[in-house]
């Protein structure tokens, strides 16, 4: 089994300690998170897997400050999440931090252009500078095309292009993507990884994906299997055999 931090790098993004989080339900404690350790390395693919009830959506709350840890701790370039005020965490969320949705969350009243200008207009940029960075990240993300168009004239793949451009609008370090297949086709949701796997090449940012979908193995560098609140196995990439088949009667990859 390999360690948790490959070798080759000590420059960690992410480092989670000892992270419990515990639910009160009437008279009933719910361990969501038991002693959770790890690092996370600046520039890797790390994708977060685990059947419903292992606590993979309460760890990636945790990284993106939506939640705190009852105890341990979660710092993102070297700042507490579970310490910080709320407007030092809106400030990292625009500056530091994209997101990336499986509903795509896109405003529909604004176009494609409006919907990736936002996060720049937050962060004070001027309205030319913001237009024109936008246009550019859609063109990175093949909507040149498309910028005037408002989500309800975009198919799911092109609104989660969309969602992926305003996510790397203010160039993060740090990419969240909250099961960004999970509401598209199989056809369209590959297209999608290949996407991601080739801005974090062409970038260096780093990518955390909280994920069902068994197709991100190929593109991850690290998966994290969580179970019952804690971490059971970090595969690297090199660890997961992968052929063409069927998951659980899903057309896709077996492993």
């Not at 300690?17 to 959770?36: C, F, I, N, P, S």
């Not at 936002?118 to 962060?123: G, Q, T």
């Not at 560098?221 to 659980?248: A, F, H, K, N, S």
Request: glycine share 10%; charged share 25%.
């Amino acid at each position: 089994m390999a360690d948790a931090t490959p070798t080759n790098t000590t420059d960690h993004i992410i480092e989670i300690r000892e992270v419990w989080k515990t639910y009160q339900m009437g008279d009933e404690e719910v361990h969501a998170l038991r002693g959770v350790s790890l690092d996370v390395i600046r520039g890797e693919y790390l994708s977060i897997m685990g059947p419903s009830g292992s606590g993979k959506t309460t760890l990636f709350n945790m990284i993106g400050a939506l939640d705190k840890p009852t105890k341990g701790h979660v710092l993102v370039n070297g700042a507490d999440m579970g310490s910080l005020s709320q407007e030092q965490v809106a400030y990292l969320r625009c500056h530091n931090v994209g997101y990336i949705f499986q509903s795509f969350n896109l405003i529909p009243v604004m176009t494609a252009l409006e919907n990736v200008s936002l996060p720049m207009v937050f962060s004070g940029i001027g309205r030319k500078e913001y237009e024109e960075k936008a246009a550019a990240k859609l063109d990175l993300v093949g909507l040149a095309d498309r910028l005037h168009h408002k989500p309800f004239e975009l198919s799911g793949g092109q609104q989660q292009r969309v969602a992926i451009a305003r996510a790397m609008a203010n160039d993060p370090g740090l990419i969240l993507a909250d099961e960004p297949t999970g509401n598209l086709d199989l056809k369209t949701g590959q297209d999608i990884i290949e996407l991601c796997v080739r801005l974090r090449e062409e970038s260096g940012v780093t990518i955390v994906s909280n994920t069902h979908d068994h197709k991100m193995l190929t593109a991850s560098d690290r998966v994290v299997d969580l179970r019952d609140g804690q971490v059971e196995r970090i595969r690297l990439r090199d660890e997961i055999e992968i052929q063409e088949g069927t998951i659980e009667g899903i057309e896709g990859v077996e492993v």
